[in-house]
């Protein structure tokens, strides 16, 4: 059994997973999908918002096992916040697995890398609602705190195995930034579906094979 914490991407929250943590913890495995700070509330929420990336990374350590290591697995921005996680925490994480998601350098943002993808977060809302009308029980507000905070340095991070799901039709992070990412980040397998940005939606049994091949590993 492993222990998996599944960390959601920007403008969204823990229930963007769909089925998927349902379904790995039917295959026997310890799942938490985890809620960000600071991703409650509505997309409309325009009150104050001071959550910072020590916040988002404090969201993922807080589902750290009582002991031993787990497996991040982080979509689209929880890419980035997975790394983060890793780079501080090293020797609590075991492997990383990017599904379709942010694999930054060192020095990069969440910023950087949308603006590298020539999307915002009104490409991700009409995303979701494309497959899913009423599709606000998976999104919430973003805060902006976390977007400039830069990828540190870190030998801890490059020596944990990295995995990554390749999205061929996505249109948030596109394929061809993916392939920027993957030659820089180095990843140990690379998996392709084809899918858009939503493969937790679009093609469930494919991506959980999929994650069940990097989790067993």
């Known amino acids: 059994m492993a222990n998996v914490i599944m960390v959601h991407g920007m403008a969204a929250n823990e229930n963007s997973w769909f089925e998927i943590p349902a379904k790995l913890t039917g295959e026997g495995h310890s799942v938490s999908a985890i809620r960000l700070a600071g991703h409650g509330g509505s997309l409309l929420d325009k009150t104050s918002n001071t959550v910072t990336m020590d916040d988002y990374i404090k969201s993922v350590s807080d589902a750290f096992p009582k002991s031993g290591k787990c497996i991040l697995i982080g979509h689209s921005m929880g890419g980035m916040i997975i790394s983060q996680v890793a780079a501080k925490y090293s020797g609590r994480v075991e492997k990383l697995v990017y599904v379709t998601a942010m694999l930054p350098k060192e020095g990069e943002t969440i910023q950087k890398i949308i603006d590298r993808t020539g999307t915002d977060p009104l490409d991700i809302i009409a995303e979701y609602t494309k497959h899913l009308p009423d599709a606000l029980f998976a999104l919430s507000r973003q805060p902006k ?26 249109g948030i992070i596109p394929p061809n930034i993916q392939d920027e990412m993957i030659a820089d980040g180095a990843p140990i397998e690379v998996i392709e579906l084809d899918s858009d940005h939503l493969p937790q939606r679009t093609v469930t049994g494919k991506l959980v094979d999929a994650l069940n091949k990097t989790i067993n590993k």
């Open 145 to 170: 705190g976390p977007l400039n905070t830069p990828f540190p340095k870190s030998t801890g991070f490059e020596s944990i195995p990295r995995y990554f799901i390749k999205c061929n039709d996505d």
